[in-house]
């Protein structure tokens, strides 16, 4: 079993930063897949960004590629996602999600855990 906790969002001006935090417990955190998601009301879930482990191969969905970055410190069992450059239309509560899913993937259904989600607002 693995638990994910969120943190770092809040309100951000368009231009600025904010950096996201996902602490996951469990011993699989090491050899978990991990990725961010977001959801704006109303719409999907749409993936983000991922990043996996072992090794630290990463994926992002290009509207966010240049602006983010995933990243992880397996000794902290965390998982980061620094936002820059942040747009209106980056506005949505951001999910982290883990896998033992061996390859990176973008599909919502190969994470198993998930957190509770953390808002992101980027006024204009």
């Known amino acids: 079993q693995v638990q994910l906790v969120e943190s770092g969002g809040g309100l951000v001006q368009a231009g600025g930063s904010l950096s996201l935090s996902c602490a996951a417990s469990?011993?699989?955190?090491?050899?978990?897949?991990m990725g961010w998601f977001r959801q704006v009301p109303g719409k999907e879930r749409e993936f983000v960004a991922a990043?996996?482990?072992?090794?630290?191969?990463?994926d992002y969905v290009d509207s966010v590629k240049g602006r983010f970055t995933i990243s992880r410190d397996n000794a902290k069992n965390t998982v980061y996602l620094q936002m820059n450059s942040l747009k209106p239309e980056d506005t949505a509560v951001y999910y982290c999600?883990?896998?033992?899913?061996?390859?990176?993937?973008?599909?919502?259904?190969?994470?198993?855990?998930w957190g509770q989600g953390t808002r992101v607002t980027v006024s204009s």
């Open positions: 990043m996996q482990s072992p090794g630290s191969s990463t």
């Open positions: 999600a883990a896998t033992l899913w061996p390859v990176l993937s973008r599909r919502q259904d190969r994470f198993t855990y």
């Open positions: 469990g011993r699989t955190f090491s050899s978990s897949t």
